[in-house]
């Protein structure tokens, strides 16, 4: 089975950036979507990006827009999130998830909330707090 392991969380103050870092192993890389989803305390699974391996363009949540960056290395079976200008309520754990590119793509658009078990590979999450 594929192992997804994400690092680079943090404790920071607003305004301030931090770089999420996931690496997706023993996956057959350029067939897979790959998607950061997070949860707030008290709160249910979010999707946050997702990014493809096809000609489809990245997803952002409008919470995020304009401030979170989506990126991927595909030699490296690395997939990246730049969260710059970070707010309090973007104080969650955040996971790396991935799936085949068609289910990834199909969730993002007609599943706001996702679950655990509509995604094949989970990351063990990454701890993001900010505040002052």
């Known amino acids: 089975e594929g192992k997804v392991v994400e690092s680079g969380g943090g404790a920071v103050q607003p305004g301030e950036s931090l770089r999420l870092s996931c690496r997706a192993s023993?996956?057959?890389?350029?067939?897979?979507?790959m998607a950061w989803v997070r949860q707030a305390p008290g709160k249910g699974l979010e999707w946050v990006s997702a990014i493809y391996s096809d000609f489809k363009g990245p997803y952002y949540d409008d919470s995020v827009k304009g401030r979170f960056t989506i990126s991927r290395d595909n030699a490296k079976n690395m997939v990246y999130l730049q969260m710059d200008k970070l707010k309090p309520e973007d104080t969650a754990v955040y996971y790396c998830a991935a799936d085949q590119d068609f289910r990834v793509e199909w969730l993002v658009a007609n599943r706001p909330n996702p679950l655990k078990e509509d995604l094949a590979y989970w990351g063990q999450g990454t701890q993001v707090t900010v505040s002052s």
């Open positions: 023993e996956l057959r890389w350029s067939t897979y979507g």
